[in-house]
């Protein structure tokens, strides 16, 4: 009767979010969601999210009963909240985790399906019912590997979901059959399921283009017989300040497919899950509201919907979630190194080279997160060749100020940006990209 098919998991948050993604089938049902790793990995940087996602689900169908048809109307919600994080080992590794917490919301309504009036088939209360779970869902653990290439970011996640979530005790199936009253809704699936993500984020002026996938593999069956799914996603997207110092807007589409899922080697296809795809597109906003706190908001609504079989119809997807970042480990620091501010804030001073040393005449404003992550990332580099690099600095305030017209406007560049010049004085190359490319272009050239 309930028959649920949707896609689990905790809508995407913008920069710093873990990547989470896929379907579940009707034991385990779940919100769409994006992919997208972090941009940077700080070694020593705990990041936090908590999200929450809230998603509609109707149907209605005929059904055959004893006094004559039924109308069978079902409306689902789900809320899901999911408190996720994630701690940078190296410039290049990741641990983390999430433990979703999930309430799901069941309403019903049986009718005779010539007249519209209300009606109790003889089937009710076996199949089913208004009814509230809550509960933990399926946690998560895994690894989270990145590497550079150009000015590629190239991010892979491995890992496996854990049976934390409360899942069914009996093959509802096989209760139906002998007409004893059951769920087909659990929390959890009751199995591990493996899963691998990649994602490939590229800068391209003030935009960050991205493209992601993510497969769950369902490997075994529980102990009482059921095999999810496997889950397969992907999907793009592109991000942009549009202009703005503390917002970032963003659009994508995904594509999420489910292989149908077995009781005890059969797939239920009068009820259940018997496999499905569905392309998502949406958009969302994030607000950076200090340096190391941002709250996001995500919508998408289903744009083409493919199933095998009778399966509910889902609506408008939102969510909302907030990440913030802490330094467990002491940040390196500029103290005792050749570092020093060129002209008062905004001006269009120009940098001075260090004869015998790399220069690096770095443009830098308050709003601009990367480069607060390319502050600390170059303080780093310049601990490891103290004798080698002299930083110069440049608050270039906005895009009004007389240094953003001298040293930024006329190559359309932008923040984070450096100027590196050789120990002859002579310059190198100059350069708008994200902090950890720029370190290794600053590191290369020490070389």
């Known amino acids: 009767m309930l028959r649920v098919v949707v896609i689990a998991g905790l809508l995407a948050t913008v920069s710093t979010q873990a990547a989470h993604a896929g379907q579940a089938t009707c034991s385990n049902p779940g919100v769409p969601i994006g992919a997208a790793a972090s941009a940077e990995l700080l070694p020593g940087r705990l990041t936090l999210n908590l999200t929450n996602g809230v998603l509609t689900f109707s149907g209605t169908e005929t059904l055959d009963d004893v006094s004559g048809p039924v109308r069978y109307d079902s409306h689902l919600v789900l809320l899901e909240t999911r408190l996720g994080a994630e701690y940078a080992l190296t410039p290049y590794l990741a641990i983390g985790g999430a433990l979703p917490f999930r309430v799901i919301d069941v309403d019903v309504h049986y009718s005779d399906a010539s007249t519209g009036m209300p009606r109790d088939p003889s089937f009710a209360s076996i199949h089913a019912r208004a009814e509230t779970l809550t509960g933990l869902g399926d946690a998560s653990l895994h690894v989270h590997a990145a590497v550079l290439r150009g000015s590629f970011a190239i991010h892979a996640r491995a890992g496996t979901t854990i049976p934390t979530g409360d899942a069914l005790e009996e093959d509802p ?3 139906g059959r002998i007409g004893q009253e059951h769920d087909h809704i659990q929390l959890g699936t009751g199995t591990f399921m493996p899963f691998i993500a990649a994602e490939v984020q590229r800068p391209v002026g003030t935009t960050t ?3 992601w996938s993510i497969a769950y593999l369902s490997v075994y069956e529980s102990s009482i017989g059921y095999k999810p799914g496997s889950r397969i996603s992907g999907g793009i997207s592109a991000a942009s300040g549009l202009g703005s110092k503390v917002l970032t807007f963003g659009v994508g589409a995904d594509v999420h497919g489910e292989t149908a899922e077995t009781w005890n080697g059969v797939v239920p296809l009068d009820e259940g899950n018997a496999g499905r795809y569905d392309v998502l597109a949406g958009g969302s906003v994030a607000w950076r509201a200090t340096k190391s706190l941002a709250i996001t908001a995500d919508v998408k609504v289903p744009v083409y919907s493919h199933v095998t079989g009778t399966q509910l119809d889902y609506g408008i997807v939102a969510g909302l979630g907030i990440v ?4 467990v480990k002491p940040r390196a620091s ?14 269009a001073t120009p940098v001075t080279p260090v004869l015998g040393k790399i220069t690096v005449f ?3 404003a308050d709003w601009c997160a990367p480069c607060r992550e390319l502050d600390e990332r170059m303080a780093a580099l310049a601990r490891r060749y103290p004798d080698r690099i002299a930083v110069r600095k ?7 100020s007389e240094g953003w017209k001298a040293f930024l406007a006329p190559g359309k560049f932008d923040l984070p940006h450096v100027k590196v010049y050789g120990t002859d004085g002579r310059l190198l190359f100059e350069k708008t990209a994200s902090p950890a490319e720029l370190v290794k272009a600053v590191e290369d050239a020490l070389r």
Request: hydrophobic share 50%; proline share 3%; charged share 25%.
């Open 173 to 175: 199936f096989a209760l």
């Open 209 to 211: 283009l991205a493209a």
């Open 324 to 327: 913030a970042a802490f330094d």
């Open 334 to 347: 500029y103290k005792g190194l050749d570092e020093q501010t060129v002209g008062p804030a905004g001006s």
């Open 362 to 364: 770095d443009l830098w």
């Open 394 to 400: 440049l608050e270039v305030v906005d895009s009004d």
